[in-house]
């Protein structure tokens, strides 16, 4: 768990540093790195919490795009984390709905390979 977390916050902080709309106003190192920290604690209480409902109240249009409507929804996970820092004064933040689009497949496809690179089989299970 602590591992995906921190993969988590990696992702963050990759898109972070590769996207223009994504930005982290700290300048210290050590700032910008724990407000990475508690933006990845952000996103992943977003993602526990709001994601489960997004899907659910819109499961037939899911369902009707073969699950790629899942990137919009992933998009507004990412835009409400940027809100939320924004209300935490962390100095995160996302500039609109399509650097949230972007910014979110960037997160899902580090995460997704750090994920399966860096953790075994039985960590999967858990």
């Known amino acids: 768990m602590l591992m995906r977390f921190l993969f ?5 902080a990759f898109a972070t540093w590769v996207l223009p709309g994504i930005s982290m106003t700290a300048s210290e190192p050590s700032t910008a790195f724990l407000g990475i920290l508690a933006v990845a604690i ?3 209480v977003v993602n526990a ?3 489960p409902l997004f899907a659910f109240a ?3 249009l ?25 209300q935490l004064n962390l100095g995160w ?20 390979i750090l ?11 858990r």
């Open 8 to 12: 988590s916050a990696a992702a963050l």
């Open 42 to 44: 952000i996103f992943g």
């Open 49 to 51: 919490l709001v994601k």
């Open 58 to 60: 819109s499961a037939p």
């Open 62 to 86: 899911l369902l009707l795009t073969l699950g790629l409507f899942l990137l919009v929804i992933n998009a507004l996970m990412l835009w409400l984390t940027s809100w939320l820092a924004g």
């Open 93 to 112: 933040h996302v500039d609109g709905f399509w650097s949230a689009f972007w910014g979110a497949m960037i997160v899902s496809i580090v995460s997704f």
């Open 115 to 125: 994920n399966s690179s860096f953790t075994s089989r039985s960590e999967v299970n």
